[in-house]
């Protein structure tokens, strides 16, 4: 009796799954490497949510340590995560926010209801900016040095745990923010 | 002493589920009816010992036995008993415990209502089930148990149960999830005993049929009741949020639910028998899968496990064995799989394999998007995965599924005569428009795609009562007793199909015409949100058992008139100090109105607040239950349990030694 070959398809596409859930054990999914650790950021030309007509550009990320957040209404981390944003921008940190395959009206009510802690937001409709950033999906965060170089990645919740541990030891002035971020209560892990 | 007991129990267990995967196989293989025939007092010993283990953790926790590490990590002794209890499963190794209880209970029941089905048969499946038995219990006892001891030096209380598993939703969801991945073992189970013995028949499928509807109908209920929980617990208003462990779930239900159909085909007409042992396999190494993903800390997600890569690396390998062995099976029985009937393209098996290529196109879909993170790694490309995506894909594909799904219903089996099936077909798709424009019409303007998906669940509904009406009429006698009998295998698709339609609706009405509104509010201010006011009277603190909350209280009035009054409150566990936010919720039939209190803000006394209003957020999960009963009404159709034909021995030991 001749075997069919295609009974053995299965089989093969299994020893693949299997092959690859193999490598991905142990990963560290709080740490997702990126090919830009160390790169400049990727030049860029996009509408701001804000600012009437005008355009952003990599040129935004000159002069000061910047933080990047990648949100969307559309995330619900990203809900969880804002309060957070919200005492760091009170605290000095400059942050721009990448609003990512979203509706303007849509962000622009999410800012004006929850406030806003950025000092810019890029809208990024089609995925492109964060095409080249490599984004798995939001909320990600990204430091930025004053020479526009991408220093660090974080993919999931930003809080104050993350803060510390992550963020804190890059950031220049760092003991009065980590200060601040080891009183803060509201840094437990999110659902 | 009691926790012991529990512990050596699962030992027991594990010893018996070795014995339960040899001795019947061997009989079968030998034709020896002794050993054959202890396949059922084995599994039925199993699930005993499996309850003692289950009452002795349940003991340790309602008793606050701190010495147990689990109980201490997942228990405190300020928590309600209700709670307490139900944090049997609300940790990795307790709900491992569950799973394997869950699964010596479903080879028990296989044991016990198997009568009709010959004894080499239930042997086989009884075997199959040991193994997957001894993988889940090694799994709990090497890398994680229950029962581990913290002396001599253990706390004088506990950690607590992670707040957003202290609800009532949470005490049911889990063990519903369960029973549906558990369940699929018993469809998996047959697949491969009918692999073993050559034996892919009509019969082997009645038999396979009810234990995977069932198995089915309770993941379905595992689902809705997870989609209902994350809306009302987590405060965010969504329903859904294609989350790597919501995927996880919604995996093997796609292809559970192809295998359903398939099983039909492969017992009415003994076709597609190769497809439908796939699906089987499929549908429980998905389920092995998401237990995987779960428990492996491989994917970041909202509801993980805690992480661990050597028992991923466990499962992982049980998963490798399970689904390489029985492909490997399946490779060397296919040549026996060969169809004989024929069919033609227009007949109801053609528009069966066309939604089962939906089905199974959703489901790598969904793979697919789920274990990007990882296959980005692999092939180092930068792509990202979210919600947007998923949606994509799916709004066409469940569109596509609901059309081909009520002609698969009102074709023939084999073929249908072309001129006979258009005069069927004809009359529904004017009134299908009609019924989804004025659906789309009615509730204010909805766009094109939600307006073709109204077409669609008109299209659905109109057809199946269109089809019940013609069959009560050809019925002898009246009408209503033409109705009344109907199978309940005809009643429970019926109802299950229309499930889904309502299913559909509520999805397009929340989608498209939900009221989202965050507002900064103080007490006095007033917000109106989809024509109710709602007013913001007071904030104040107020003491629960474990917990301190702010609660605040919204009267709501419709045109002066008082509808209700809501209290969302902010909750702060003492003892894990995390912050929880508690949605004030008036369900209604057509919306929901909901109100949960975001976070105090700059100015004393102010507040964000989300107010929400949801309409048809209900449908969602009044269609799934709907689909499920109509899972359990075919379970308990007639022909199930028909009174079965002799299973001499004679004709037992024949087909053993064939």
Redesign the interface.
């Given at each position: 009796m001749k075997r069919p070959i295609w009974a053995l398809v299965p089989l093969l596409l299994l020893l693949g799954l299997v092959v690859m859930l193999y490598n991905g054990l142990g990963r560290d999914t709080e740490t997702l490497p990126s090919q830009l650790v160390g790169q400049p950021m990727p030049p860029f030309q996009l509408p701001s949510l804000l600012g009437a007509d005008s355009e952003l550009d990599e040129s935004l990320f000159r002069g000061r340590w910047m933080l990047l957040n990648v949100w969307a209404t559309w995330c619900p981390t990203c809900y969880v995560e804002h309060p957070y944003f919200m005492q760091l921008a009170r605290e000095g940190v400059a942050i721009v926010g990448l609003n990512y395959k979203d509706q303007d009206d849509k962000a622009r009510q999410y800012l004006a209801e929850l406030g806003n802690p950025y000092t810019h937001v890029v809208v990024d409709k089609r995925g492109t900016l964060a095409m080249d950033l490599g984004v798995y999906g939001a909320p990600e965060t990204y430091l930025v040095n004053p020479e526009g170089k991408i220093m660090l990645r974080h993919a999931g919740e930003v809080n104050a745990r993350v803060w510390a541990q992550k963020f804190a030891p890059l950031w220049p002035g760092r003991e009065a923010l980590e200060q601040d971020a080891g009183r803060d209560a509201h840094g437990g892990k999110a659902p | 002493m009691t926790a012991e007991l529990g512990h050596f129990a699962v030992w027991m267990a594990l010893v018996l589920a070795l014995l339960q995967s040899v001795l019947p196989l061997i009989g079968a293989w030998r034709g020896n009816i002794a050993l054959m025939s202890t396949a059922r007092p084995l599994a039925i010993m199993q699930l005993l010992l499996l309850t003692i283990a289950l009452i002795a953790l349940g003991y340790a926790f309602y008793f606050n036995d701190f010495t147990l590490a689990y109980v201490a990590n997942h228990s405190n002794s300020a928590l309600p008993w209700g709670y307490r209890l139900s944090a049997i499963w609300g940790g990795h190794e307790g709900s491992l415990l569950l799973w394997v209880w869950m699964l010596a209970g479903w080879g028990a029941a296989v044991a016990w209502l198997s009568k009709s089905v010959p004894a080499t048969m239930v042997a086989r499946v009884l075997a199959v089930m040991g193994m997957i038995g001894i993988g889940f219990l090694s799994f709990m006892l090497f890398t994680s148990n229950p029962f581990d001891r913290l002396l001599p030096w253990f706390p004088l209380d506990g950690a607590d149960l992670n707040p957003?598993l202290q609800d009532p939703g949470l005490i049911v969801h889990p063990p519903m999830l369960y029973m549906g991945y558990v369940g699929f073992s018993v469809a998996f189970a047959f697949a491969v005993a009918g692999l073993l013995a050559g034996r892919l028949d009509p019969v082997w499928a009645r038999w396979a049929r009810p234990w995977t509807t069932i198995a089915w109908a309770f993941l379905t209920v595992g689902i809705a009741l997870g989609s209902w929980w994350a809306y009302y617990e987590?405060g965010?208003g969504?329903w859904w949020?294609w989350d790597p462990v919501e995927n996880a779930s919604l995996m093997p239900w796609l292809s559970g639910t192809a295998l359903i159909h398939s099983l039909a085909v492969a017992e009415k007409r003994n076709l597609f028998r190769?497809w439908t042992v796939?699906l089987a396999?499929?549908t429980f190494?998905l389920s092995l899968l998401g237990t995987?993903l779960v428990r492996?800390?491989?994917?970041?997600s909202?509801?993980a496990f805690a992480?661990d890569?050597e028992r991923?690396?466990f499962i992982?390998i049980f998963?490798?064995l399970v689904?390489?062995g029985s492909?490997?099976l399946?490779?060397?029985r296919?040549?026996k799989l060969k169809n004989n009937a024929g069919f033609r393209l227009l007949s109801r098996e053609s528009f069966l394999l066309g939604n089962n290529l939906l089905l199974l196109t959703a489901t790598f879909v969904v793979l697919l998007g789920t274990?990007?993170?990882?296959?980005?790694?692999?092939l180092d490309v930068?792509?990202?995965?979210?919600?947007?995506y998923f949606n994509k894909f799916f709004v066409p594909l469940t569109l596509v599924l609901m059309a081909l799904l009520s002609l698969g219903m009102i074709s023939n089996w084999k073929s249908h005569r072309g001129d006979a099936f258009r005069r069927r077909v004809l009359p529904l798709i004017p009134a299908s428009l009609v019924g989804g424009l004025l659906a789309a019409w009615l509730p204010g303007g909805t766009p094109w795609l939600g307006t073709l998906g109204f077409i669609m669940v008109a299209w659905v509904v109109l057809a199946h009562l269109d089809d019940m009406i013609r069959k009560a009429r050809a019925s002898r006698g009246s009408f209503f007793a033409g109705l009344w009998r109907l199978s309940n295998g005809y009643k429970g698709m019926v109802l299950a199909h229309c499930g889904l339609a309502l299913l559909v609706a509520g999805i397009i009405l929340v989608t498209h015409h939900e009221i989202e509104?965050?507002?900064?509010m103080v007490p006095g201010d007033t917000v109106q949100v989809g024509g109710y006011d709602f007013a913001f009277v007071d904030v104040g603190p107020r003491a629960g058992p474990n917990y301190d909350a702010m609660r605040g209280e919204f009267r709501v009035t419709r045109n002066g008139r008082a509808v209700t009054t809501m209290y969302p409150e902010k909750r702060?566990y003492r003892v894990?100090?995390?912050?929880m936010t508690q949605v004030a919720l008036r369900p209604g039939l057509i919306h929901d109105l909901y109100v949960a209190l975001?976070?105090p803000?700059d100015m004393p006394g102010a507040w964000?607040v989300r107010v929400y209003f949801k309409p048809g957020v209900r449908w969602i999960w009044a269609g799934a239950l709907l689909m499920s009963l109509g899972g359990v009404l075919a379970v308990i159709d007639k022909r199930y349990r028909r009174r079965p034909a002799r299973d001499t021995t004679a004709q037992a030991v024949a087909e053993g030694s064939a």
């Amino acid at each position: 009796m001749k075997r069919p070959i295609w009974a053995l398809v299965p089989l093969l596409l299994l020893l693949g799954l299997v092959v690859m859930l193999y490598n991905g054990l142990g990963r560290d999914t709080e740490t997702l490497p990126s090919q830009l650790v160390g790169q400049p950021m990727p030049p860029f030309q996009l509408p701001s949510l804000l600012g009437a007509d005008s355009e952003l550009d990599e040129s935004l990320f000159r002069g000061r340590w910047m933080l990047l957040n990648v949100w969307a209404t559309w995330c619900p981390t990203c809900y969880v995560e804002h309060p957070y944003f919200m005492q760091l921008a009170r605290e000095g940190v400059a942050i721009v926010g990448l609003n990512y395959k979203d509706q303007d009206d849509k962000a622009r009510q999410y800012l004006a209801e929850l406030g806003n802690p950025y000092t810019h937001v890029v809208v990024d409709k089609r995925g492109t900016l964060a095409m080249d950033l490599g984004v798995y999906g939001a909320p990600e965060t990204y430091l930025v040095n004053p020479e526009g170089k991408i220093m660090l990645r974080h993919a999931g919740e930003v809080n104050a745990r993350v803060w510390a541990q992550k963020f804190a030891p890059l950031w220049p002035g760092r003991e009065a923010l980590e200060q601040d971020a080891g009183r803060d209560a509201h840094g437990g892990k999110a659902p | 002493m009691t926790a012991e007991l529990g512990h050596f129990a699962v030992w027991m267990a594990l010893v018996l589920a070795l014995l339960q995967s040899v001795l019947p196989l061997i009989g079968a293989w030998r034709g020896n009816i002794a050993l054959m025939s202890t396949a059922r007092p084995l599994a039925i010993m199993q699930l005993l010992l499996l309850t003692i283990a289950l009452i002795a953790l349940g003991y340790a926790f309602y008793f606050n036995d701190f010495t147990l590490a689990y109980v201490a990590n997942h228990s405190n002794s300020a928590l309600p008993w209700g709670y307490r209890l139900s944090a049997i499963w609300g940790g990795h190794e307790g709900s491992l415990l569950l799973w394997v209880w869950m699964l010596a209970g479903w080879g028990a029941a296989v044991a016990w209502l198997s009568k009709s089905v010959p004894a080499t048969m239930v042997a086989r499946v009884l075997a199959v089930m040991g193994m997957i038995g001894i993988g889940f219990l090694s799994f709990m006892l090497f890398t994680s148990n229950p029962f581990d001891r913290l002396l001599p030096w253990f706390p004088l209380d506990g950690a607590d149960l992670n707040p957003l598993l202290q609800d009532p939703g949470l005490i049911v969801h889990p063990p519903m999830l369960y029973m549906g991945y558990v369940g699929f073992s018993v469809a998996f189970a047959f697949a491969v005993a009918g692999l073993l013995a050559g034996r892919l028949d009509p019969v082997w499928a009645r038999w396979a049929r009810p234990w995977t509807t069932i198995a089915w109908a309770f993941l379905t209920v595992g689902i809705a009741l997870g989609s209902w929980w994350a809306y009302y617990e987590l405060g965010w208003g969504g329903w859904w949020f294609w989350d790597p462990v919501e995927n996880a779930s919604l995996m093997p239900w796609l292809s559970g639910t192809a295998l359903i159909h398939s099983l039909a085909v492969a017992e009415k007409r003994n076709l597609f028998r190769a497809w439908t042992v796939l699906l089987a396999i499929l549908t429980f190494s998905l389920s092995l899968l998401g237990t995987f993903l779960v428990r492996s800390g491989i994917l970041t997600s909202v509801h993980a496990f805690a992480n661990d890569p050597e028992r991923g690396t466990f499962i992982l390998i049980f998963l490798a064995l399970v689904a390489g062995g029985s492909l490997s099976l399946f490779a060397l029985r296919a040549p026996k799989l060969k169809n004989n009937a024929g069919f033609r393209l227009l007949s109801r098996e053609s528009f069966l394999l066309g939604n089962n290529l939906l089905l199974l196109t959703a489901t790598f879909v969904v793979l697919l998007g789920t274990l990007f993170p990882l296959i980005g790694d692999a092939l180092d490309v930068r792509i990202s995965i979210s919600a947007p995506y998923f949606n994509k894909f799916f709004v066409p594909l469940t569109l596509v599924l609901m059309a081909l799904l009520s002609l698969g219903m009102i074709s023939n089996w084999k073929s249908h005569r072309g001129d006979a099936f258009r005069r069927r077909v004809l009359p529904l798709i004017p009134a299908s428009l009609v019924g989804g424009l004025l659906a789309a019409w009615l509730p204010g303007g909805t766009p094109w795609l939600g307006t073709l998906g109204f077409i669609m669940v008109a299209w659905v509904v109109l057809a199946h009562l269109d089809d019940m009406i013609r069959k009560a009429r050809a019925s002898r006698g009246s009408f209503f007793a033409g109705l009344w009998r109907l199978s309940n295998g005809y009643k429970g698709m019926v109802l299950a199909h229309c499930g889904l339609a309502l299913l559909v609706a509520g999805i397009i009405l929340v989608t498209h015409h939900e009221i989202e509104r965050d507002v900064r509010m103080v007490p006095g201010d007033t917000v109106q949100v989809g024509g109710y006011d709602f007013a913001f009277v007071d904030v104040g603190p107020r003491a629960g058992p474990n917990y301190d909350a702010m609660r605040g209280e919204f009267r709501v009035t419709r045109n002066g008139r008082a509808v209700t009054t809501m209290y969302p409150e902010k909750r702060t566990y003492r003892v894990g100090g995390q912050v929880m936010t508690q949605v004030a919720l008036r369900p209604g039939l057509i919306h929901d109105l909901y109100v949960a209190l975001g976070e105090p803000l700059d100015m004393p006394g102010a507040w964000a607040v989300r107010v929400y209003f949801k309409p048809g957020v209900r449908w969602i999960w009044a269609g799934a239950l709907l689909m499920s009963l109509g899972g359990v009404l075919a379970v308990i159709d007639k022909r199930y349990r028909r009174r079965p034909a002799r299973d001499t021995t004679a004709q037992a030991v024949a087909e053993g030694s064939a």
